[in-house]
């Protein structure tokens, strides 16, 4: 059986006039994608009506709250000590949006009680497969 979380929480998306727009958005994870985290936002929020997810590594989230990190469609970075900014970037353009750094900590922290950081990487995954593969003598 998987187990999910998921965590309401606010963040704040930065405009290209610096406006901020408070918006709604809901934290996931489950053992059934132990990789990653999701951040999915409510149709009245997104700008073709419908819900919209977008996943990323979980160890990018745990890096992007200590020092710049991503070089992709999602980064993650700190916006002070209390702040961090997380920008996803697509064909249409760039969204950044500013979460409350300690309740990213505070999901972060529950997803390591689902899947520890160690049990949830790719090398976990092969050993695993390893001993199927080869019966229990690895």
Request: charged share 20%.
């Amino acid at each position: 059986m998987h187990v999910t979380l998921q965590q309401p929480t606010g963040a704040r998306l930065i405009t290209a006039s610096d406006q901020e727009l408070a918006i709604p958005v809901t934290l996931r994870h489950t053992s059934a994608d132990p990789l990653a985290v999701h951040l999915d936002f409510p149709p009245h929020v997104t700008a073709d009506g419908e819900v919209t997810t977008w996943t990323f590594a979980r160890v990018l989230l745990g890096e992007g709250l200590r020092t710049a990190a991503g070089i992709g469609n999602v980064r993650v970075r700190p916006a002070g000590s209390t702040h961090t900014y997380v920008e996803f970037r697509a064909p249409q353009g760039l969204a950044r949006l500013r979460f409350t750094t300690a309740d990213l900590l505070r999901f972060l922290a529950r997803t390591y009680t689902v899947v520890a950081p160690d049990e949830g990487t790719v090398g976990a995954e092969l050993d695993h497969g390893l001993v199927e593969l080869f019966g229990g003598r690895v």
